[in-house]
């Protein structure tokens, strides 16, 4: 796609823009141990993506053995009815458990960071979410434009008991699946008060309180003005 986008527009470079996961399959395509097309991709903005992987994927796989049985249950239950998925699925979808493999802090730090390690001629910028009523006071400090802490969110119904396990207990600030602090990458750009799924427009009327295509409309601006 990139390829035809490329031969279609006349253009030298594409700007790759991903939400949560897409955010690392855009990693992997700059990234000169990966696909290997920085020379094609002029920046990699990322949205609520999982950088340093999502403490909820490490619960649900069984990686974090101080975890209570109950709290361990009530993650993988809620994150099963965000993906309509079963317990049987869990563990005989091996698709299913490759991504919360990719998902997990452990694969993350160990082994995803380590090999696609960014190109240098790209621009790496970020994004992260905040839900849970959290005004990301000192998380999203630093952030290139305005956190606007009065503007909150709360998190739709199955992403709560994700925010507030994602919590630990220390108002550790999150979207309900990734932290600020794992979204942040290459330039931290802004925190958004929308949970993960408010950032791309999914699920019930609540997502309307979020508007996602102002959002990435904005994203698109800023990249232009830079000159990207």
């Given at each position: 796609q990139i390829d035809q986008i490329l031969a279609r527009t006349g253009k030298a470079k594409v700007n790759l823009v991903g939400h949560s996961q897409g955010g690392l399959d855009a990693r992997v395509l700059a990234s000169p141990n990966g696909v290997g097309y920085?020379?094609?991709?002029?920046?990699?903005?990322?949205?609520?993506?999982?950088?340093?992987g999502s403490k909820v994927a490490d619960a649900v796989l069984g990686l974090l053995k101080y975890l209570p049985?109950?709290?361990?249950?009530?993650?993988?239950?809620?994150?099963?009815?965000?993906?309509?998925?079963?317990?049987?699925?869990?563990?005989t979808d091996?698709?299913?458990?490759?991504?919360?493999v990719l998902l997990?802090?452990?694969?993350?730090?160990?082994?995803?960071?380590?090999?696609y390690v960014d190109d240098p001629n790209v621009v790496y910028k970020s994004y992260a979410g905040r839900t849970n009523l959290r005004s990301g006071i000192f998380?999203?400090?630093g952030s290139v434009y305005p956190n606007e802490p009065t503007k909150l969110d709360v998190a739709q119904a199955?992403?709560?008991?994700?925010?507030?396990f994602l919590e630990e207990g220390q108002l550790e600030v999150n979207d309900g699946l990734v932290t600020v602090e794992s979204a942040k990458w290459g330039t931290f750009e802004q925190c958004v008060p929308a949970d993960h799924l408010k950032e791309v427009g999914h699920l019930g009327?609540?997502?309307?309180?979020?508007?996602?295509?102002?959002?990435?409309?904005?994203?698109?601006?800023?990249l232009r003005k830079a000159g990207l």
């Amino acid at each position: 796609q990139i390829d035809q986008i490329l031969a279609r527009t006349g253009k030298a470079k594409v700007n790759l823009v991903g939400h949560s996961q897409g955010g690392l399959d855009a990693r992997v395509l700059a990234s000169p141990n990966g696909v290997g097309y920085g020379d094609r991709i002029a920046s990699v903005t990322t949205v609520a993506t999982p950088h340093r992987g999502s403490k909820v994927a490490d619960a649900v796989l069984g990686l974090l053995k101080y975890l209570p049985a109950g709290q361990v249950d009530a993650v993988t239950d809620a994150l099963l009815s965000l993906v309509q998925k079963t317990a049987y699925e869990l563990q005989t979808d091996p698709a299913l458990r490759e991504q919360l493999v990719l998902l997990s802090e452990k694969h993350m730090n160990e082994v995803f960071n380590p090999k696609y390690v960014d190109d240098p001629n790209v621009v790496y910028k970020s994004y992260a979410g905040r839900t849970n009523l959290r005004s990301g006071i000192f998380a999203c400090d630093g952030s290139v434009y305005p956190n606007e802490p009065t503007k909150l969110d709360v998190a739709q119904a199955a992403l709560v008991p994700l925010a507030i396990f994602l919590e630990e207990g220390q108002l550790e600030v999150n979207d309900g699946l990734v932290t600020v602090e794992s979204a942040k990458w290459g330039t931290f750009e802004q925190c958004v008060p929308a949970d993960h799924l408010k950032e791309v427009g999914h699920l019930g009327p609540s997502a309307a309180s979020f508007d996602h295509v102002a959002m990435f409309r904005d994203i698109v601006a800023r990249l232009r003005k830079a000159g990207l």
